[in-house]
């Protein structure tokens, strides 16, 4: 089975400073890996995802994520957030079963 | 086009009652999953339909939870007996297929079940 591991529950920083939510997963096959945002009072958005190719991937926002196979991370970046990157923010992982695994989430607070 | 969408959107309920929860996916998604949501934590699979067919049911915690997909759009899900600690935020997804690609999942908004 997969699992994922969000180490840190809750991130303050304050605006226009770097961040970056840590995701580790651990799985013994294939896996396909994933940022969801959830807003305030919205459902989940898919943020990005890595399926193959480059290790590398972006969304139009801003942030990035890397896929390092060797330490089964897939951590979340942005070089300088904004307030309205206050949200919740769940890495998950997918098997070739088409069965989603989630972390328990982190919550990126943004201060003025 | 319109997105996945769930009702009702609240439901409050007594111990013992029966519920159903609705999910009406994008139209076109063959893939319909359903996860529950408790206080602080990410969201659990339940149950997974390709089509009609439940694929996966392992994340159903037991038997008084049961999903249908009859036509291969709509799904509810059925709690029986319920209990207190089933009170979570019951989250629907839909994506194209499976296989990467097409198994980016879209959510609803969910339905906050509330067991007093």
């Known amino acids: 089975a997969q699992s994922v591991t969000q180490l840190d529950s809750q991130v303050p920083v304050f605006e226009e400073a770097p961040v970056e939510l840590r995701c580790n997963y651990s799985?013994?096959?294939?896996?396909?890996l994933f940022w969801y945002v959830q807003y305030p009072n919205q459902g989940l958005q898919l943020l990005l995802k890595y399926l193959s190719g480059s290790t590398l991937v972006e969304s139009i926002n801003g942030f990035e994520a890397e896929f390092n196979k060797s330490q089964t991370s897939f951590h979340l970046r942005k070089p300088s957030v904004h307030i309205s990157d206050t949200a919740e923010y769940f890495c998950a992982v997918s098997d070739p079963g088409n069965q989603f695994y989630f972390g328990t989430g982190t919550s990126l607070t943004v201060i003025p | 086009g319109a997105g996945v969408s769930q009702t009702p959107s609240n439901k409050v309920t007594e111990k013992g009652k029966y519920v159903e929860l609705r999910c009406d996916p994008i139209s076109g998604h063959t893939a319909l999953y359903w996860y529950r949501q408790s206080l602080g934590q990410g969201p659990e699979f339940l149950i997974y339909f390709q089509g009609t067919g439940a694929a996966d049911d392992s994340g159903l915690p037991n038997d008084r939870f049961f999903a249908v997909r009859p036509e291969g759009s709509v799904s509810t899900l059925k709690i029986q007996r319920t209990e207190r600690g089933d009170s979570a935020v019951y989250l629907c997804?839909?994506?194209?297929?499976?296989?990467?690609?097409?198994?980016?999942?879209?959510f609803g908004p969910g339905t906050r079940l509330t067991v007093l």
């Open positions: 997804a839909s994506s194209l297929g499976r296989g990467p690609g097409l198994n980016e999942q879209f």
């Open positions: 799985s013994s096959v294939s896996v396909y």
